[in-house]
């Protein structure tokens, strides 16, 4: 089983920063891909940002130019570089583990936005 525990959400003023960190119980090697997903109250699961195993990034359009994923594989952990934040990002955030199967999700790290 793969334990995947994020950190680093919080409240933020708009136009500040957050970097979300996501570490996993095993190598992120064993992982096709790695990603931040969001979800406000009342809508879907988003997703916002993923790396694969081989470092190529894909971001969604809203968050493209203000957010970073970046992986630290020594760690096993995968970050979220936040900036330029707005209130319409606030959600919780999760981490996910994609394999060929599947998948294994965080639990989630709660992001809010507010003056």
């Known amino acids: 089983q793969v334990q995947l525990v994020e950190s680093g959400g919080g409240l933020v003023q708009p136009g500040g920063s957050l970097r979300l960190s996501c570490a996993a119980s095993r190598s992120i090697f064993s992982f096709n891909a790695m990603g931040w997903y969001r979800q406000a109250p009342g809508k879907q699961r988003d997703v916002v940002a993923t790396i694969t195993s081989g470092g190529i990034t894909n971001y969604a359009d809203s968050v493209k130019g203000r957010f970073t994923i970046s992986r630290d594989n020594a760690k096993n952990t995968v970050y979220l570089q936040m900036n330029s934040l707005k209130p319409e990002d606030t959600a919780v955030y999760f981490c996910?583990?994609?394999?060929?199967?599947?998948?294994?999700w965080g639990q989630g790290t709660q992001v809010t936005v507010s003056s």
């Open positions: 996910r583990a994609s394999v060929t199967s599947g998948g294994y």
